[in-house]
C-alpha cells in the first residue's frame, strides 16, 4: 500500500522488543531499513546477525551515544550537543552518523521549531563526521497530535527549503508513524513525503490515533495465551469496603453474586493488563496484581485448571508483554523463538 503512494518504511521493531524473528519477517517483506527507540533491542538485532541499517528512533543519552554510534546507522535528533556528541563518537569509529532532523509540528515531543531547521541544518552540515540525510516529524504521540493535511504542507514546505539550502534532494522526508496512514490512504500525502516509521500498522494492523483496523491486515498477530492455574466458585459480596489493590490501583465495582472465578499466569509485571483482551467474550478481567489475574468465567464453557485463556492486545500490552523476561515466546507453530528465556509463565 505505501509502495503505491511512493512511500518507504522503516519497520519499528520496539513494540516486539526488538525480536529478531519478527525482524526478519519485516525484512523479508521488502523493508530495507529498520527502526526502534532502544539501543538494547537493536543489540539483540545486531547479535542475531541482523545488519540492515536501523534507525535510532530516540536521542541516546550522553552515557549512550557511543553505543548509538556503533549500533545504529540512521539517527533522528534535533538536541545540538547530542548531535555533536554523536559526531565525535562517529569519528572515532571512522562513521558517518546520518542525521534525520526533527521539527516539532506540536505534538510535543523531540524536534526544534520550524523557524529553527535552517540553523540546525548549517551547523550538522558543518560537521565532519555528520550529514543530513532528511527532515521528519510526529504525530499522534506524546499528545496525539492528529497528522493533517495543514501539518502535511508545513512538512513539505520545510522540506523543499532544506533541500533548497543542501542543494541536493532529502531521502527521507518521514512524515510520523502509523497515524498517517489514513492521510495517505485518501490522497492528502503531499509529494516530497516520501517516508513512514511504521510499527503498530505492521505488528496490530492498526493505525496508531483511533486504532482503527487497516484492511488487508490482521489484528491478532499476537496474543497472550494463559494457563488457568485454580478456579473457584465465590460469593461474591460488592458490599464489603475495598480500597486500593495491592498496586495502588482502586478495582472496577465486582459482579456480586455466585461467581465463576479463574486464577491465570501472567499479571501486570509481564503486560499491560488493561490492553489485554480476552477473545472469549464471555471471558471478563475482574482484577489482577504483579503476577495473576483473575478472570470471571462464569458465562465461558468450562474452564477447569490447566485450560489455556487467550488475549489479544493492544500496542502497550504487546509491548510489555514482548520486552517480559517471564513470557515464553512462541510463534504459531508453537516453537519458542529466539533469545526467549525458557521458563515458562504464560505464553505471547
Ligand atoms: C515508536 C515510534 C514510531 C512508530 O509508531 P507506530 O505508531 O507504532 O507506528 C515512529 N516514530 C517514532 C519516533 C517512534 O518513537
Known amino acids: 500500500m505505501c509502495a503505491r503512494y511512493g512511500i518507504e518504511i522503516a519497520g519499528v521493531t520496539k513494540g516486539a522488543a526488538g525480536n529478531p524473528d519478527i525482524a526478519r519477517i519485516m525484512l523479508g517483506s521488502g ?3 529498520l527502526a526502534d527507540s532502544r539501543l538494547a533491542n537493536i543489540a539483540r538485532l545486531r547479535a542475531s546477525g541482523i545488519s540492515a541499517p536501523v534507525m535510532l528512533l530516540r536521542p541516546p543519552s550522553m552515557g549512550e551515544v557511543d553505543e548509538a554510534a556503533g549500533l545504529a546507522d540512521i539517527f533522528l535528533l534535533s538536541e545540538t550537543s547530542t548531535i555533536q556528541a554523536l559526531n565525535r563518537a562517529c569519528g572515532r569509529l571512522g ?21 529553527q531547521l535552517p540553523s ?10 555528520s550529514t543530513i540525510v532528511g527532515i521528519g516529524a510526529n504525530f499522534a504521540c506524546h499528545t496525539g497530535l492528529m497528522p493533517n493535511e495543514q501539518s502535511m504542507a508545513t512538512l513539505s514546505t520545510l522540506a523543499q527549503a532544506a533541500e533548497e539550502q543542501l542543494g541536493r534532494s532529502l531521502e527521507y522526508v518521514s512524515a510520523g508513524n502509523s497515524s498517517s496512514i489514513p492521510l495517505m490512504a485518501t490522497g492528502q500525502l503531499p509529494p516530497v513525503v516520501n517516508h513512514f516509521r511504521l ?3 505492521l505488528l496490530l494492523g492498526r493505525e496508531t490515533a483511533a486504532g482503527t483496523p487497516i ?12 494457563q488457568v492455574l485454580e478456579v473457584w466458585w465465590r460469593n461474591v459480596d460488592d458490599s464489603c469496603e475495598r480500597g486500593a489493590n495491592a498496586l495502588g490501583r482502586n478495582t472496577a465495582p465486582l459482579r456480586p453474586g455466585k461467581r465463576h ?9 509481564d503486560a499491560e493488563i488493561s490492553g489485554a483482551i480476552p477473545v472469549d467474550p464471555n471471558v471478563e478481567i475482574t ?4 503476577d495473576l489475574v483473575i478472570a470471571d468465567v462464569t458465562h465461558a464453557d468450562d474452564v477447569t485448571v490447566g485450560d489455556e485463556i487467550e488475549f489479544t492486545l493492544n500496542y502497550h500490552a504487546l509491548a510489555t508483554a514482548m520486552s517480559s523476561p517471564y513470557l515464553l515466546q512462541t510463534d504459531a507453530y508453537g516453537t519458542t523463538m529466539s533469545a526467549t528465556k525458557d521458563r515458562e509463565r504464560a505464553n505471547v
Do not use: C, W, Y
Open 31 to 33: 523493508i530495507r531499513v
Open 95 to 115: 562513521k558517518q552518523a546520518r542525521v534525520i532532523a526533527m521539527v516539532d509540528l506540536g505534538d510535543l515531543r523531540e524536534g526544534i521549531s520550524p523557524s
Open 120 to 129: 540546525l541544518i548549517a551547523e550538522v552540515e558543518r560537521l565532519e563526521h
Open 199 to 201: 510499527g503498530e500498522s
Open 215 to 226: 484492511s488487508g491486515t490482521h489484528q491478532n498477530a499476537f496474543s497472550i495465551v494463559a
Open 261 to 269: 472465578l479463574a486464577m491465570l499466569n501472567f499479571g501486570a509485571i
Open 287 to 290: 482484577g489482577f496484581s504483579s
